[in-house]
């Protein structure tokens, strides 16, 4: 079954303890982002990765690093948990996408983490 | 950058009456994709219906159909007999290139 699989789904930490969350896809997907959401504002996008060892910071990608040493692999890595930082995440992933239009653009998601930092 | 407006936090509708979401985006770009995702309580993102912008002619799903106004960057999605189950967190999303936006979300109601 093609998904995208995210490890843990709920978290509960302290602030200060650095968290690895994973996220994975057998899709064969080029394209890997991860997305926090928020009450009143949406999916913004936290970092994304157009292929192994190429990744690019989105709208907010402060307080958070990622990897892309493999290509089904996309962990999002909190080093000093904040606060501020609770929220709901989705790692999602699609085939890399063209302008020109023609090719399937649809991003497959994980089923969420749910953090909460104390 | 782009942006993506949903402008009605809230919808309610009658079960097996039609309802119409709005969304709106700015873009200076000519080729994009245009998506609606339903996010039911279960947090799970759910792709509804997509809309490839060099497309005149407005996607269809069963009950779901867009109305596409390119020149007036406006982006609704109707839902015709609406269903329990319809009831969700609906998103409009924006994708060019690898930039993806999402508007702020509208909570559908349904009701019996």
């Known amino acids: 079954e093609a998904q995208v699989t995210q490890n843990p789904r709920y978290l509960i930490t302290v602030t200060g303890k650095k968290l690895t969350v994973t996220c994975s896809q057998n899709?064969?997907?080029?394209?890997m982002s991860w997305y926090r959401q928020d009450p009143g504002l949406g999916l913004r996008q936290i970092y994304y990765?157009?292929?192994?060892?190429?990744?690019d910071k989105g709208d907010v990608p402060e307080g958070y690093k990622v990897s892309r040493k493999e290509k089904r692999n996309f962990p999002l890595i909190l080093e000093s948990p904040s606060p501020n930082q609770t929220s709901l995440y989705f790692c999602?992933?699609?085939?890399?996408?063209?302008?020109?239009?023609?090719?399937?653009?649809?991003?497959?998601f994980g089923p969420g983490t749910r953090l909460t930092v104390l | 950058a782009q942006t993506v407006t949903q402008s009605q936090p809230e919808m309610s509708v009658q079960e097996a009456e039609t309802v119409t979401l709005s969304c709106t985006y700015d873009?200076?770009?000519?080729?994009?994709?245009l998506f609606w995702y339903k996010q039911p309580p279960s947090r799970q993102m759910i792709l509804v219906i997509r809309?490839?912008?060099?497309?005149?002619q407005n996607a269809t799903e069963n009950r779901f159909s867009v109305n596409f106004q390119k020149a007036a960057k406006s982006f609704s999605l109707k839902i015709s007999d609406s269903q329990l189950g319809d009831a969700a967190m609906y998103f409009c999303?924006?994708?060019?290139?690898?930039?993806?936006?999402f508007g702020a979300g509208t909570r559908l109601t349904v009701k019996p």
């Open positions: 999602a992933s699609s085939q890399l996408a063209l302008s020109t239009g023609g090719l399937y653009n649809e991003q497959f």
């Open positions: 899709m064969n997907h080029e394209y």
């Open positions: 990765s157009m292929n192994v060892e190429v990744t």
């Open positions: 873009t200076s770009e000519s080729d994009y994709y």
């Open positions: 809309q490839e912008a060099y497309k005149q």
């Open positions: 999303a924006y994708r060019w290139n690898n930039d993806m936006r």
